[in-house]
């Protein structure tokens, strides 16, 4: 148990400093916001160019893995929005938002971190697959079916043509283009480029838990209760048992890879949750449920990572 302390430990203590220093006000929302837009614009970016130049592209191309973790993803996405819509009679884009707090992970800000001081190296490689994931089909459907609820007389062509302009300028996906286009080149980076890459993306999992951290204080819960519950369980036990039963269907998927797809599942949803959900009218809940998730993480991720270290399936030391 202490060594699962070891890891799980300086992760929230990170996210801990996050929000004494927004409470103690040695930073204000402002500020925040501007090393948020640091870790999103240039440090995670410059893990996934990393991630990618560092191994061959047949390596960090894994069909299997993205379909897998996609289908697990999609399920838990497919489930929750039929919760909503059939059993609790709730609108579209209502059911499209809280069924993306179920299946969108914070790959980048709290998935990373974990991954990468229990797994090591293979961390980032798998942030750039889930990073596809979650950013070419989950996030879109539920944007997509969310605006399409609104009735707000755009058409499905305006919501899909507004959705991939969003995408083109999305600095993740645009890191992955420049990835995947320099790996496939073979060429390698100049040195100080490769430096300053690398410095980057140093700075992307401890940044990016400070963030979080600050993000938390001043959200405050009330009369949520059974929509909160609803969709942090949704995510933190919903949707990693099911990517772990998508990748159970298929065979000769290599351990490690398993135990971090599992480990990326159990992270809470993405940060962006409350923004995504202002435009419908649920930043309130999106906020809420973002906090109760990640501080309930705390218990779910040293769970699973007890698991993986006790069960012979995931064969990871």
């Known amino acids: 148990m202490l060594d699962i302390l070891a890891i799980t430990t300086p992760i929230f203590l990170i996210i801990g400093l996050g929000y004494l220093a927004r ?5 204000d929302q402002q500020a925040l916001q501007g090393i948020g837009t640091f870790v999103l614009y240039f440090a995670l970016p410059a893990l996934v160019i990393r991630a990618l130049t560092e191994n061959p592209l047949g390596e960090v191309f894994d069909p299997d893995y993205l379909l897998a973790y996609g289908a697990g993803s999609l399920a838990a996405f497919a489930l929750g929005l039929g919760l909503t819509l059939r059993i609790e009679r709730k609108p579209l884009s209502e059911g499209a938002i809280q069924a993306l707090g179920m299946s969108v992970s914070n790959s980048g800000f709290i998935g990373y971190p974990v991954v990468a001081m229990a797994l090591g190296p293979p961390a980032a490689v798998l942030l750039a697959l889930n990073m596809m994931i979650e950013n070419l089909l989950i996030i879109p459907l539920a944007l997509i079916l969310a605006e399409l609820g609104r009735q707000a007389g755009n058409g499905l062509r305006d919501t899909l043509r507004q959705t991939v302009m969003r995408l083109v300028r999305n600095p993740i996906l645009i890191g992955l283009a420049i990835g995947v286009l320099l790996s496939a080149s073979g060429q390698p980076l100049p ?82 949750y409350p923004l995504l959900g202002q435009r419908f009218g649920l930043d309130d809940i999106a906020a809420a449920t973002l906090m109760v998730s990640t501080l309930a993480s705390f218990v779910t991720i040293s769970l699973v990572l007890w698991l993986i270290q006790h069960i012979d399936l995931f064969a990871v030391s």
Do not use: E, N
Request: glycine fraction near 12%.
């Open 191 to 272: 040195t100080p480029l490769a430096k300053v890459i690398d410095m980057l993306a140093g700075a992307s999992g401890p940044a990016a838990l400070f963030v979080i951290g600050g993000s938390l204080y001043g959200l405050r819960p009330h009369g949520m209760a059974l929509d909160m519950s609803q969709i942090a369980i949704g995510k933190l036990v919903l949707h990693p048992l099911l990517v772990l039963g998508a990748f159970l269907l298929l065979p000769g998927i290599d351990p490690l890879r398993i135990a971090g797809a599992l480990l990326f599942a159990s992270a809470p949803m993405v940060s962006v």
């Open 23 to 27: 409470a103690g006000r040695l930073l």
